[in-house]
């Protein structure tokens, strides 16, 4: 009798062992990649925020959400020294408590996009951002975009009609035509109540010595030797309900619009010694299929033209008016009344540093002179607009938002006042560094 052979079966064990090896291999694969990633991404942010230049990235949470006195004042606190009386604080509950809702959870009450930005990278690179803001509470209200507009033919109740014309205004130098003229009859408004002058109104007085200002020391009241200074409008038609006696989603004239604070700003520029020209040119009038999309295109054409006739332009402006109402548009200086400015820097620009540099001067001596005159500097991109607005063709080239569709045109006129002394200051100033580099 053969003694039992004991056999084993290993059959299904194997199998089931393989199994647990394959298993396990897939996580190992799978842990290891998402390690990678996570350092691969992680290695990126940091050098990204390395090579920030600008305060974009790191505004968005406190600097940008409080005012320039309040961020001060606090700054104070910490380094003796850096005391500075310009600005005062400003605290408003909602801003505050915006700011906080952001450290904590890094979401932008005033922006229901950033919700889903904080899951999906790369998603807020393109957003807008509120770069620097002003003293007043409530800067984080970005400026609306202008609505796209027709001829004037299909809505007789938003856009008068057009003039007829057989060509571009002017002659080609960038000068408006006829129609750009500041018409007689809105002559006395518009030097009513402008800032600085002797009418019986409260205004703010000069701040002697201050960068940035226009003072009798630095104002040359002689005849322009050239002109440096080119003003336009890419939305020409942009007007306010005020003036039309209307009240639209966005009221549009091709009479009583924009271009009126674009020859006044021309004209006070001329009387403080600097050469300045405007352009009023109406695409929609001149312009074959006129494209609402399309007129940052139009606009740097004539900028380009102008350029090219006038080798000394060095300041290019494009004015706007915001679509936002009037609360967010507007401040009490001396008892008075001005539209609030807000600078547009395009990211689309690769060189768009320069360009906000260029509007901080601005903006930081308008504040100095008009407290609270300014919203601040807010930077779009291709993603929220044009993203470009023709300032890649000058480092000195800045969109400017005065007022909204609410303001009067007495009150953007003192704006537009103050903005011509600050900019003439800081011409006066470059061209005394100048003149001492040339000697």
Do not use: C
């Not at 039992?4 to 990649?33: E, I």
């Not at 009221?251 to 924009?258: L, R």
């Not at 001005?338 to 547009?344: D, G, L, R, S």
């Amino acid at each position: 009798m053969k003694p039992p052979v004991l056999t084993w079966n290993l059959g299904k064990g194997s199998r089931r062992l393989k199994q647990l090896l394959v298993t396990g291999r897939m996580f190992a694969l799978l842990s290891v990649g998402s390690m990678v990633m996570v350092l691969v991404i992680g290695i990126g942010l940091m050098l990204q925020q390395k090579s920030q230049t600008s305060p974009v990235s790191s505004m968005k949470g406190f600097a940008a959400s409080v005012s320039d006195g309040t961020f001060s004042g606090m700054l104070a606190m910490e380094v003796p020294g850096t005391e500075t009386s310009a600005a005062a604080a400003s605290f408003s509950t909602k801003q505050m408590g915006a700011f906080l809702v952001r450290v904590l959870t890094d979401i932008n009450p005033n922006d229901p996009k950033s919700l889903l930005a904080t899951e999906y990278p790369g998603m807020a690179s393109d957003n807008t951002v509120l770069i620097r803001p002003g003293q007043v509470a409530g800067a984080d209200v970005e400026p609306e975009d202008n609505q796209p507009i027709h001829d004037g033919s299909d809505d007789p109740g938003t856009v008068e009609p057009d003039a007829p014309s057989e060509e571009l205004p002017g002659d080609g130098s960038g000068r408006p035509g006829p129609e750009g003229e500041l018409p007689s009859e809105e002559t006395p408004g518009a030097d009513e109540g402008a800032a600085g002058q002797s009418n019986g109104e409260t205004t703010v007085p000069d701040k002697e010595g201050e960068a940035g200002e226009a003072t009798d020391s630095n104002v040359n009241s002689a005849a322009p030797k050239r002109n440096a200074v080119f003003i336009y409008h890419s939305h020409a038609r942009e007007s306010w309900n005020p003036v039309l006696g209307k009240n639209v989603t966005d009221p549009q004239s091709t009479a009583k619009n924009i271009s009126l604070l674009g020859k006044r700003l021309e004209r006070k520029l001329e009387e403080q010694g600097i050469g300045a020209i405007s352009s009023a040119t109406d695409y929609p009038s001149v312009i074959k299929s006129y494209k609402w999309v399309l007129s940052y295109k139009y606009s740097k054409k004539t900028v380009t033209e102008a350029m090219a006739q006038h080798r000394d332009l060095q300041y290019f402006f494009d004015i706007h008016r915001d679509s936002q109402k009037r609360k967010y548009t507007t401040a009490t200086i001396g008892g008075k009344d001005y539209a609030q400015v807000f600078f547009i820097v395009g990211h689309g620009n690769p060189n768009w540093e320069k360009n906000e540099a260029f509007a901080s001067q601005i903006h930081e001596a308008l504040e100095k002179a008009y407290p609270g005159i300014s919203r601040g500097i807010w930077g779009k991109s291709s993603k929220n607009g044009n993203g470009e607005y023709n300032q890649s063709l000058s480092p000195e080239s800045m969109l400017i938002e005065v007022g909204g569709i609410d303001n009067t045109l007495e009150e953007s006129n003192r704006t537009i006042d103050a903005l011509a002394k600050v900019i003439a200051g800081l011409y006066w100033k470059d061209e005394k560094v100048n003149a001492k580099v040339a000697s």
